[in-house]
């Protein structure tokens, strides 16, 4: 939702599983299986962003990128009371999420959308394992991106993590406004869906609004 805006997640629209997420040092496991206790590299903010210099895109969407990570590392940073250059990624830092990352800011970098509008996001409940044990949901990096960002959480009915850290940096770093256009009409549509069952619709939902623009009687 932009001046032809691109509406991240709101109200119904639930972060479908992101198979990109957690990155702690309390790895906790993800939307997917929330049990990775497999081995993954890890790798620093630093490692991470000369991944990201190495790869074809465009400046912006490098940036983009970039930024998205600074996003996780600052909120992990902040939960493990570490400075951010100290945060080891393992989920996040996996290549398979650099790519997933990537692959979102080019894909928003090639929309070429000036305004985003994200409403809030629907988290589910209960608690979520890693390493260390079990942490609540929403996990404390979500917490604190979603403090630091002001980005509205809602506590839906669903059982499991809906948002994770890499989905809520992504809304977090696109984020332009809270707020819907008065009016508006529908571009386009696009809709995402995850693997998990939570008992009800498991998607993210993304529109392309013109703003302002007034529908044409029928």
């Known amino acids: 939702d932009h001046e032809h805006g691109h509406e991240h997640a709101h109200d119904h629209e639930h972060p479908h599983e992101h198979e990109h997420e957690h990155e702690h040092e309390h790895a906790h496991g993800h939307v997917h299986e929330h049990d990775h206790e497999h081995a993954h590299e890890h790798r620093n903010l630093s490692d991470v962003h000369a991944v990201i210099d190495r790869g074809d895109m465009s400046e912006a969407a490098r940036a983009l990128a970039k930024r998205i990570f600074r996003i996780v590392a600052e909120a992990e940073a902040q939960a493990h009371g570490k400075p951010v250059d100290e945060v080891h990624f393992h989920e996040v830092g996996a290549i398979d999420s650099i ?24 988290e589910g409940t209960g608690t979520v ?36 850290p890499t989905g809520i940096a992504i809304a977090a770093a696109i984020r332009t406004c809270g707020a819907l256009p008065e009016s508006f009409t529908i571009e386009r549509c696009g809709i995402g869906l995850g693997k998990l069952d939570f008992g009800l619709p498991n998607l993210l939902r993304s529109l392309i609004l013109t703003a302002g623009a007034e529908a044409e009687p029928e």
Do not use: F, S, W, Y
Request: glycine letters at 8%; proline letters at 7%; hydrophobic letters at 50%.
């Open 99 to 122: 790519v997933d990352i990537v692959a979102a800011a080019v894909c928003l970098d090639d929309l070429g959308l000036v305004d985003c509008v994200v409403t809030g996001l629907t």
């Open 129 to 164: 394992r890693c390493q260390h044990g079990d942490l609540p949901v929403p996990v404390p990096a979500v917490l604190n991106i979603a403090t630091r960002h002001a980005i509205p959480l809602r506590i839906g009915t669903a059982k499991g993590e809906m948002v994770t």
